[in-house]
């Protein structure tokens, strides 16, 4: 998976008004609601700890959970951070503004409310141009802390409607900046001790990143003394129960399910023929494509849409075992682990 940055779309004069009050709200010590090109966050300004601790109130999440903190210019990463290793500032030279964010040693500006006690923070700049220009008006060496806007552990919103379905009032402003264009949470690099190490695959692939460092990077899944976002065994889940389907396995399940009277979603991206016109007539068959960047821009939207149906069960179809499909394949793991347990 690998995103190209747009962020020379310009902002409508609309937008650019209601980021002012945004700005303003900010300012004020309230939490609001923004896009990215990842997915859409519950931001606030890191100077304020009362907003901080909004965040974790709306969003029902442990105090021990990192947020990862946005700013709006790469040329700001020594004032956030620490000991930079040359490994951090190639990619963040490569990268940003996108969806990669860069563990590092935390200067003293980042109050550890923010990363969740530890002496290390998550940091981003994003490329979406509604999230860059909210930066942007906020003023220099000025950073938001921002998780996804949604309820902790639950599938992260990627429009407006999404957030406001999920917090109504809750939140003092929601920037609509349509749809997100990766889908999926920013790739979690850490650079610490001399070491990069993938925390949480995402939006920028290992093979990308591999590509620019010229060397090959560690992907850890569990067992991290980094505790990082999204890097829970049970995260990104839906209400209604989830299960990955390997092969035949897809068909005998959804059979089974139907004989059962079971109210089943599939979502399929490459099936036998026969799978497809029995679904046609007798499964709810949701055909998602067979690539790795669209599949995850649509991926959350999707499985929203299926929880919001009232089905009894959702089956997907695997994806292939391979990096570049490693952050899709991640997100559905992690939603159906309630389902394994």
């Not at 690998?2 to 008004?17: C, G, I, R």
């Not at 409310?113 to 003023?139: F, N, W, Y």
């Not at 939006?203 to 990143?209: A, D």
């Amino acid at each position: 998976m690998y995103y190209m940055s747009k962020t020379h779309n310009p902002v409508p004069d609309l937008v650019n008004e209601q980021i002012t009050a945004a700005v303003a709200s900010l300012r004020k010590g309230n939490v609001i609601a923004f896009p990215t090109e990842t997915v859409y966050g519950l931001g606030a300004d890191i100077s304020h700890p009362q907003a901080i601790q909004k965040i974790f109130d709306i969003k029902g999440r442990p105090p021990d959970h990192p947020l990862i903190v946005h700013f709006a210019k790469s040329a700001e990463l020594e004032f956030w951070a620490e000991n930079i290793p040359t490994t951090a500032l190639m990619l963040a030279k490569h990268f940003w503004p996108g969806p990669l964010t860069l563990v590092l040693p935390k200067s003293r500006h980042i109050p550890l409310s923010v990363t969740g006690g530890q002496d290390t923070v998550g940091l981003r700049v994003p490329s979406h141009p509604v999230a860059l220009r909210l930066l942007e008006e906020l003023g220099g060496y000025k950073a938001i802390a921002a998780p996804s806007a949604n309820r902790f552990g639950f599938v992260s919103p990627t429009s407006a409607d999404h957030v406001k379905k999920e917090f109504g009032d809750r939140i003092d402003i929601i920037l609509d900046g349509g749809s997100c264009e990766v889908g999926l949470e920013s790739t979690i690099v850490s650079c610490i001790d001399n070491e990069v190490a993938i925390l949480r695959p995402g939006g920028i692939s290992v093979l990308s990143i591999e590509n620019v460092l010229k060397q090959k990077i560690f992907v850890r899944s569990h067992g991290n003394s980094i505790r990082a976002p999204g890097s829970l065994t049970s995260h990104y889940a839906t209400t209604t129960p989830l299960e990955i389907c390997h092969g035949e396995s897809l068909f005998l399940r959804s059979s089974i399910l139907l004989q059962q009277g079971i109210r089943t979603a599939v979502i399929v991206r490459s099936v036998r023929e026969d799978f497809v016109q029995d679904a046609n007539n007798k499964l709810h068959c949701v055909f998602m494509p067979n690539d790795p960047v669209r599949f995850g821009r649509d991926l959350y939207a999707t499985l929203r849409r299926l929880d919001n149906e009232n089905f009894q069960q959702i089956l997907v179809e695997a994806p292939p075992d391979n990096l570049e499909w490693l952050a899709v394949a991640d997100r559905l793991n992690r939603a159906s682990y309630s389902f394994y347990k």
